[in-house]
């Protein structure tokens, strides 16, 4: 039961680790849309297009 507990937690926050892995200028709201809606699958699927949007680099 454990294992399945973590499978489907990695699942429901998958948008979320795409933002981190990806340095995401929105990590953080990414996450919270994540965390609030991604029950939905609407919610979850928002995250996850935003979480593989471009990434923009702070100019120098």
């Not at 973590?6 to 994540?34: E, G, K, T």
Request: aromatic share 14%; glycine share 4%.
């Amino acid at each position: 039961m454990g294992a399945l507990t973590l499978l489907l937690l990695i699942a429901y926050f998958f948008p979320a680790m795409v933002a981190v892995a990806r340095s995401h200028h929105n990590q953080l709201a990414i996450f919270m849309l994540d965390l609030f809606l991604g029950w939905t699958v609407l919610g979850w699927v928002v995250a996850l297009v935003w979480a593989c949007t471009a990434v923009q680099r702070a100019e120098r």
